[in-house]
């Protein structure tokens, strides 16, 4: 803990370095550590990454349960873990013909065996239970009983849509002959937590693998496909748009730290050491991204990065940035919000984009 942290994140850094399986995703995000967001973040405007970190004590909440938030979840769920601890996880929201529903529902079904209603619909659904257990007959589907039955199992209940969605995705990963091995072989939702040095002052610094394989760090990513532009095309687009070649040099950073951590001990959370003493083993390793469509048909693409590609290069000169505002911002503006006045210039042509200078 360096002098310059804030006084309300003491009891926030907690997570030690090392290597932790099975780290609640929730803790993970908790710790102020930086991740590859936060570099992201750095690297163009410090003050943007101020904001919307836990420096600020008066940052904006997240909604950690948005839709796409949970969609994204449930693929992760189905790909990493695979279907049955999906099924464990997630149903989809009841629907039929037979579904019993409204109050009326259940008061003329129980009207049809000459049993009077109960006064709420959770009177009706105990009374219609008891009549089908003293017959002895499996009772009618009911609403209400099905989602209080997968809220008492934690299963989260998905829209129909979103279910058939997320089933499709995962099934379409796991049916790509290209794709399948990716996910097979390795530990799932791997973090990693450690400490750099820069310009000697100590940074934390975490990562955390969606899949992790002795010869790869695999990072499950969903695109948006753009009209009429191949999905391939749409997935590298998304590559440049949102920075992945800087998350694939911090990535393969965290990475280059492993052996270190297993040779030290520093190993944490349920773990096969064999397995791990093989990953420690490995020389030789990328990062790889699995996209799938998160609209349209569910079409699957993987591409490879590996150290010393031209790309992971300009990820690490990304991460070097990062570091270095993070490390310059704090000295210059400690506890307080990281904001630089720039003093009034000119405007100049070649300070917009190319696009509008061509329209002339």
């Known amino acids: 803990m360096d002098a310059v942290t804030p006084a309300h994140l003491v009891t926030v850094c907690k997570i030690p ?16 550590a930086l991740g590859s967001t936060d570099l992201k973040q750095l690297a163009t405007e410090p003050a943007a990454y101020w904001y919307g970190s836990a420096l600020n004590p008066h940052r904006p909440a997240e909604d950690d349960d ?7 979840r449930a693929v992760h769920k189905f790909v990493l873990e695979g279907p049955p601890a999906f099924l464990d996880r997630f149903e989809r929201y009841p629907e039929g013909d037979d579904l019993l529903v409204t109050a009326d529902h259940l008061g003329a079904w129980l009207k049809d065996r000459d049993v009077k209603p109960g006064k709420t619909k959770a009177a009706s ?4 239970r008891e009549r089908c257990l003293a017959d002895g007959v499996e009772p009618p589907r009911m609403l209400d009983h099905l989602l209080r039955e997968a809220a008492d199992a934690s299963r989260a209940v998905l829209k129909a849509a979103d279910y058939d969605r997320i089933t499709a995705a995962g099934c379409a990963v796991l049916d790509n002959p290209h794709l399948v091995g ?3 072989g390795g530990a799932a939702e791997v973090s990693l937590f450690w400490t ?4 000697g002052e100590p940074v934390r610094r975490k990562a955390r693998f969606d899949y992790l394989k002795p010869r790869a760090v695999v990072d499950l990513k969903s695109t948006r496909p753009k009209d009429g532009m191949p999905f391939v095309a749409s997935c590298r687009r998304a590559l440049a748009q949102w920075s992945y070649p800087t998350q ?5 950073q965290a990475r280059a730290r492993l052996a270190a951590f297993v040779s030290a001990g520093q190993v944490y959370g349920d773990h096969d050491p064999a397995w791990l003493a093989r990953v420690a083993a490995a020389e030789d390793y990328a990062l790889v991204f699995v996209f799938w469509a998160s609209t349209g048909a ?3 693409w993987g591409g490879v990065m590996s150290p010393g590609s031209a790309l992971v290069g300009v990820g690490e000169e990304s991460v070097r940035r990062a570091l270095d505002n993070f490390t310059a911002a704090r000295r210059a503006h400690g506890d307080g919000p990281w904001v630089d006045h720039q003093p009034l210039e000119e405007i100049d042509l070649d300070h917009l984009p190319a696009w509008f200078g061509a329209a002339f």
């Open 182 to 184: 990716s996910f097979e």
């Open 248 to 252: 694939a040099a911090a990535y393969l």
């Open 17 to 32: 370095d090392g290597i932790h399986f099975g780290l609640d995703e929730a803790a993970y995000h908790a710790d102020p």
């Open 125 to 128: 659904v105990e009374l219609i």
């Open 298 to 300: 569910p079409l699957t």
């Open 196 to 199: 750099d040095e820069i310009g």
């Open 66 to 72: 948005t839709p796409a938030r949970l969609v994204g």
